[in-house]
C-alpha cells in the first residue's frame, strides 16, 4: 500500500475510543492495518475496500496476526500449566 497508516497510531486509538469487544469500523481500510490492530486488541472490526488488491493484503495481514494471536495463547497456557 503507497500510505500504510501507523500501527501504532491506529492502536493507540483504538485503544483511546473502544472497549475490548466493541466493533471497529473502518470505511477506507487499506492494507488492513486498523482490522489487524484491533483484532490484536480484543475489538471486532468490519473493514471496507473498494480495491481488490488491498482487500488481498488486509486479509493476508489479518490471517497473519490471527496466527500470531493463536501461538502467543497457546505459548501462555503451556507456561501456566507448567507453574
Not at 481500510?29 to 475489538?43: I, P, Q, W, Y
Not at 493476508?60 to 501456566?80: C, F, H, P, Q
Request: glycine share 6%.
Amino acid at each position: 500500500h503507497n500510505a500504510p497508516f501507523p500501527e501504532q497510531l491506529a492502536e493507540d486509538h483504538i485503544l483511546s475510543w473502544s472497549n475490548e469487544g466493541d466493533i471497529v469500523l473502518d470505511i477506507m481500510c487499506g492494507s488492513g492495518t486498523t482490522c489487524k490492530m484491533a483484532l490484536k486488541n480484543n475489538r471486532k472490526f468490519l473493514g471496507f475496500e473498494i480495491s481488490e488488491e488491498y482487500c488481498k493484503i488486509a486479509e493476508a495481514r489479518i490471517e497473519k496476526a490471527k496466527e500470531e494471536l493463536i501461538k502467543v495463547d497457546l505459548t501462555s497456557n503451556s507456561r501456566g500449566l507448567n507453574d
